[in-house]
């Protein structure tokens, strides 16, 4: 698809149709965990949510993003338990939004997209931000797929069967 | 955003406005990857091409896609250096698509996303798909973030800086 709608007059940017069909009742549990957070917005609020980032203003900053689509994704990224809005720690005006621990258990995923990102995406010797260890500032290790018993996999050794295993 | 647009006439389906901005320059590889693959149609395709589909037929019984959609996200793929289309293995006349080096490394990103799924997103005992090692069966170890020393960290011992590791 990726049929180009009519520019919106007030808009500069692209804007393309996309399909949304809900994927929730499928077997696969990546089908269903796009469905929930598979736009890249939600996982960039959730990138800068695992950076620290916790009010408003401090997501747009860092995405500028227009400010009626993040409150769209906050909202949307809330009602699905992946962010939780609190008063400010500070006691100011503002909320903030925290990630709850199903949101932080999405760090694997981010890990995941900086890991390829960092290794296809960029010319060699080009800086870009790296996944460390907050105590030591060293890069983490590559995640590795292993088997029950340990084994390093390829990519081709994984396959998938339906079970039961959550 | 999530701007519902007026629905085509031969479509029943929902349509949403999705707002493409490129990230392309973006410091962060999340950022960048995202903005590569960052629709879940074409993550839905690397998984079925990861799972061994390789045919346009195929793709499309499985993900019940629009034989366009499909398409123009198979070439966008192919032009992203994610899938490779090569002549039939059986000398047939259909094109196969092929993960390339860089679309197979997707896996840990696939992975990710289903034990996360897997995790979130069934309620107990629901059966769904799991990821296991193609030799014994055995659903695989669950991605684990660990330190350049190998400690075990949290998804809050982690933290982003600029580098130049790629």
Known sequence: MQLKAARPPTESKEYVYVKR???QG???PVARTLDLIGDWWSLLIIRDALDGIRRFNDFQKSLDIAKNMLSARLKGLVEQGILQAM???DGGAYKE???TERGKALQT???ALSQWGGEF???PGEPGSVMV???DRQPIRKLALTSADGRLLAPDDVATRLGVEH
């Open 97 to 99: 939004y925290v990630l």
């Open 133 to 135: 260890d907050a105590k």
């Open 109 to 111: 995923v981010i890990v």
């Open 87 to 89: 008063p400010a720690a």
């Open 21 to 23: 069909k809900s994927l």
């Open 121 to 123: 995406m960029y010319a």
């Open 26 to 28: 499928n077997a696969c």
